[in-house]
């Protein structure tokens, strides 16, 4: 505080106390009171209490180094009913992902062994949770993570879309951060589905099958990507993002209708002569079918070589049990049986299912055939008069669901909940 100004006229700059009031501190034409120091030194505290102040690097490697694939795999157990190989293979391969990293970035370029990624394969048939959980991770990680449909994905030229766009969704994920997408996990689905058409050669281009594979070779084993942030066919004049593919890990996964015959040619191809009554025959229709699958498998399926090569880990999932699918209506963070009572309990009707229904219900998606996703269409198909006519109920009623309700299709009964 100076000595060449009045006291009676000098006042703070922010709050307009009088310099008789407070004690003032002289600036370039200005005055600030102590009061206002201490106050804006509480706000800039508390600012940097809200924001994470320590280095991002740093950051991550302590993230990883607190992650174990114990954790990770509990993670996933939250919202994923069974499949419990699958899920530690997942639960290593990403793991493994962050120390590779984070370790190459430590090392200040100076590399002793050379960590090289192994891209996942999952195997499973529609509706045993291959895309869920893929999901489930993108909820849990920290980490950009995109999902993408190889059904889409042509070669260049033609009507579709380019493999780069698998990376254009990676980088929106990172938020067009270049350094966290090159650390990001993409998950490809329906890999199945660009395998080729015959073992024999065509006289006519498979635009969509084995081409799309010899287009994700470079990328999944890693390479200097040129990615069009908004798609490459429909806004060709953008400038393109320079993503080095050697630290993204991929997981792609496919239902592979037709490969668990394949296998079972395979395993009973000697099954026959003095030791046929000895050995048994593997069925196609067994549930552990896939996981005796081999490279040469996936050869016949129409995978190239190349491509089967840079999926190193390879995990199946079984088929839904009827025990799991019953788990699955209530166990998880996501169940569908929770989900219909909260939404019935807005309109103030609580829901009960006997265990006999529940049964019912698994036993009808069953018979469709299309795994999980059956549970929810058979619960739609259940819940339809129910849900409604909910808000014409009067308060507090509770409605009980039956195994006659599910079969039949009766009307269940809805009464006065006692409280």
């Not at 600030?32 to 706000?43: F, V």
């Not at 909260?342 to 006997?354: A, E, G, N, S, V």
């Amino acid at each position: 505080m100076g000595s060449d100004y009045d006291p009676a006229d000098t006042t703070c700059s922010f709050c307009d106390r009088n310099a008789y009031e407070v004690t003032m501190v002289q600036g370039d034409g200005a005055f600030i009171c102590e009061q206002c120091i201490h106050a804006a030194l509480e706000c800039v505290q508390s600012e940097d209490d809200e924001y994470d102040v320590v280095p991002e690097p740093q950051r991550r490697r302590a993230q990883w180094e607190q992650t174990s694939p114990k954790a990770i795999k509990e993670g996933l157990d939250e919202y994923v009913i069974g499949h419990e190989h699958a899920k530690k293979t997942l639960a290593v391969a990403v793991y493994n992902h962050f120390k590779r990293v984070e370790t190459r970035k430590g090392t200040g370029g100076v590399i002793d062994v050379d960590l090289e990624k192994s891209n996942v394969l999952l195997l499973g048939p529609s509706g045993t949770g291959k895309t869920l959980l893929a999901r489930t991770l993108a909820r849990i990680l920290d980490v950009p993570f995109s999902i993408s449909d190889a059904t889409t994905l042509t070669e260049a030229g033609y009507v579709g879309e380019d493999v780069e766009t698998i990376l254009t969704q990676l980088l929106s994920a990172a938020d067009y951060d270049v350094e966290a997408t090159e650390r990001g996990i993409v998950f490809i689905d329906e890999i199945d589905k660009i395998a080729r058409k015959g073992q024999n050669t065509s006289v006519t281009r498979d635009v969509s099958g084995e081409g799309v594979q010899q287009s994700l070779l470079k990328v999944l084993e890693g390479t200097i990507a040129r990615v069009p942030p908004k798609g490459g066919r429909k806004h060709p004049e953008q400038n393109l993002i320079s993503i080095n593919t050697r630290d993204i890990l991929f997981i792609c996964g496919g239902a592979f209708v037709g490969l668990p015959a394949i296998i079972a040619r395979r395993l009973n191809v000697n099954v026959i002569g003095f030791e046929a009554d000895s050995k048994k025959r593997m069925d196609h229709h067994s549930p552990d079918i896939l996981e005796h699958v081999i490279p040469e498998d996936l050869l016949k399926f129409g995978l190239i070589p190349e491509l089967v090569g840079r999926l190193s880990v390879v995990a199946a999932l079984r088929p839904l049990t009827d025990e799991a699918m019953k788990r699955i209506l209530t166990e998880p963070t996501n169940a569908l049986i929770p989900q219909y009572e909260k939404l019935l309990r807005l309109d103030r009707l609580y829901l009960q299912f006997d265990d006999e229904a529940l049964d019912a219900i698994v036993a009808k998606a069953q018979q469709q055939g299309t795994g999980a996703r059956g549970l929810r269409s058979v619960m739609e198909d259940l819940m339809l008069d129910i849900m409604y006519n909910a808000s014409a109920y009067q308060v507090n009623m509770e409605c009980r669901i039956t195994r006659e309700n599910v079969l039949h299709g009766s009307a269940p009964v809805v009464r006065k909940r006692w409280a």
